[in-house]
């Protein structure tokens, strides 16, 4: 149990659907992430929050949205996305935004866009 | 950009035996992360290193923070099938490159042959 939350775990979505996925941490850290791990590629940092503000985008597409409602709770809105967006998207958070405070992972959300 | 070489890429191994991996990067870091990745799950952080030079263990893992700030190596004793996954090493950049992102290596996957 890493105290980071994500659903759903796996989501199966056409290109014109438009979903959102959840994460929750539970250990009262002011920065949040978003990462998408593709096979065989490092992870890419998509988005940065700090205290409910972003940070940080990654030059990341718009029919990727991110919202923060506040410092324990973070979501990925999806719209139209492509077949290319298939991959694992992983939720972080610590204590900071950057600094020398690692980043605690949730187990990710399997999105595949068919 | 920061990029991270590890290696190496996949490692076949039998049971009992140790396993080395390393990163190695062209840039300073001030800090190196290892993870590990089981299937289906997020990565968890195994060890963090703060200071160059830095030898820190933690059960039969052993990682070194290099004394350049440059590259890491991670070291497991005695590997047991619960070893089996992807190790990944993460680094930080100091503050003055702008902010402290978190640059990841592709990882290396470890198969315990039986």
């Known amino acids: 149990e890493t105290g980071v939350t994500q659903t759903p775990r796996h989501l199966v979505m056409g290109m014109t659907n438009k979903k959102s996925l959840k994460c929750e941490q539970h250990?009262?850290?002011?920065?949040m992430y978003w990462y998408k791990q593709s096979a065989k590629k490092p992870l890419e940092l998509m988005f940065v929050?700090?205290?409910?503000?972003?940070?940080e985008n990654n030059s990341v597409p718009s029919r990727f949205s991110p919202e923060c409602p506040n410092s324990s709770h973070l979501f990925l809105h999806l719209h139209t996305l492509q077949p290319e967006d298939s991959a694992l998207y992983l939720c972080?958070?610590?204590?900071?935004?950057?600094?020398?405070?690692?980043?605690?992972f949730g187990p990710g959300t399997r999105l595949t866009v068919l | 950009g920061q990029q991270l070489n590890q290696s190496p890429q996949s490692m076949f191994i039998q049971e009992g035996e140790d396993v080395s991996m390393n990163c190695t990067s062209s840039?300073?870091?001030?800090?190196w992360l290892w993870y590990k990745q089981d299937p289906g799950e997020g990565p968890v952080l195994l060890i963090a290193?703060?200071?160059?030079?830095e030898l820190t263990s933690n059960g039969r893992l052993t990682a070194q923070f290099g004394i350049t700030r440059k590259d890491s190596f991670l070291n497991i004793s005695a590997s047991i099938p619960s070893d089996v996954g992807i190790y990944f090493c993460?680094?930080?950049?100091?503050?003055?490159?702008?902010?402290?992102?978190?640059?990841f290596g592709t990882g290396t996957r470890l198969t315990i042959i039986p």
């Open positions: 993460a680094g930080q950049l100091p503050r003055d490159f702008g902010n402290e992102k978190l640059t």
């Open positions: 250990l009262g850290h002011n920065a």
């Open positions: 929050y700090s205290l409910e503000e972003r940070v």
């Open positions: 840039s300073i870091f001030n800090t």
């Open positions: 290193l703060y200071k160059a030079g």
């Open positions: 972080a958070s610590s204590p900071l935004a950057w600094g020398t405070d690692t980043q605690y």
